[in-house]
């Protein structure tokens, strides 16, 4: 008998036709990962968000102290991959230098970036579970350091995603200057003194110690204003920023595809985005058809399939009108 079962795929058959860098290791768990847990962490309440984004995540936690995540064995093993991924970067109005969409060229970024025990880890600091982002370009993000010495690797900005961790690759402690720093506040607030020209307050900017290569941070990077400083000496700055998203889908999504489409090819960001709320649905769904409750009322049922509904009007309105978007950001500072 057929079970007609619905095959959901967290990363295609194929990526937009991407040529494989030529030595690719295997990523292997038990040899390149050393997860342990960050010692210290910064709630929203803590950067002055309140009740206005209740509802909009299922975690108190904006950011974390480093805390490590590869091995040494995994250092070596993931810049020999950021080595041969350099020769694809791409610019931005915001960023000088990065390759996006590595994971459809190495399997080792890839299956990093998708790992179950690394997934789980973040899940657990969180205290949320959490999706490795199934838009290839956004589950893996690389900057390099900008050619030019003293140009900052990315401006002020909140992310197009709702969590992320970004690792420093390279040794931060070999470089002179390349902070990865965020703003103790929130973006509003932000938005307000970039408009109104004020200078950042230093004291409230944070640039949180970075023991070594392999070591992340960990965020909310839609709300958590961040920038990564420029090497003020010649030297090497790479980072990757790994994006997930809140597999409780009670949460709802938040992607910012207009600005995705200042990064990407828009056919790329658009075939991605359609993807990732294709799959949030269809989880949803699926549990509709595999484990239906026969109790609920007719309008237990109908607000689930609501749910669904306006989180695919949202997509749809979004894919209408993210084209001609300017990309926002704060400026350097
Ligand atoms: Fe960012």
């Known amino acids: 008998m057929h079970q007609y079962d619905i095959q959901l795929k967290l990363h295609p ?27 210290h962490m910064l709630s929203l309440a803590e950067l002055g968000y309140g009740d206005e984004i209740s509802g909009t995540t299922p975690t108190q936690v904006a950011a974390t102290s480093c805390f490590r995540v590869l091995s040494d064995e995994g250092v070596e093993a993931m810049y020999h991959v950021c080595k041969q991924l350099e020769a694809f970067t791409t610019s931005n109005p915001r960023v000088a230098r990065n390759t996006r969409g590595g994971v459809y060229r190495s399997a080792f970024l890839r299956d ?13 600091i969180l205290d949320t579970p959490l999706l490795p982002l199934p838009m290839g370009h956004q589950m893996a993000h690389l900057n390099y350091q900008p050619l030019t010495v003293g140009k900052d690797v990315d401006k002020w900005h909140y992310d197009t995603l709702q969590v992320d961790t970004v690792m420093f690759v390279t ?17 509003d607030e932000m938005a307000h003194m970039h408009a109104e020209g ?18 992340a941070v960990l965020m ?13 000496a010649e030297g090497e700055r790479i980072t990757l920023v790994n994006g997930f998203s809140y597999a409780d889908t009670n949460t709802p999504d938040y992607t910012a595809l207009g600005q995705l489409f200042h990064a990407d090819k828009p056919e790329v960001a658009s075939a991605e985005y359609a993807r990732h709320v294709a799959l949030r649905c269809s989880r949803e769904l ?5 484990t ?10 109908a607000e689930h399939l609501a749910r669904v509904r306006a989180e695919l009007t949202q997509a749809i309105d979004q894919l209408n009108s993210a084209a001609g978007e300017e990309m926002r950001h704060f400026g350097t500072g």
């Open 286 to 290: 699926a549990q509709i058809v595999n």
């Open 171 to 187: 040794d931060p402690n070999k470089v002179e200057g390349g902070e990865f720093q965020y703003f103790k506040g929130t973006r």
């Open 292 to 301: 239906p409750n026969f109790t609920d009322s007719a309008h237990t049922h």
């Open 112 to 124: 990093f970036s998708m790992c179950p025990d690394y997934v789980d880890h973040l899940s657990s």
């Open 220 to 232: 909310q990077g839609n709300y958590v204003v961040h920038q990564a400083k420029g090497l003020r």
């Open 198 to 215: 004020t200078p950042f307050p230093t004291d409230r900017i944070e640039s949180p110690k970075m023991p070594g290569p392999g070591y």
């Open 13 to 39: 058959d194929y990526g937009p036709n991407y040529e494989p860098i030529k030595d690719d290791p295997v990523f292997d768990p038990a040899r390149h990962l050393a997860l342990e847990h960050p010692e």
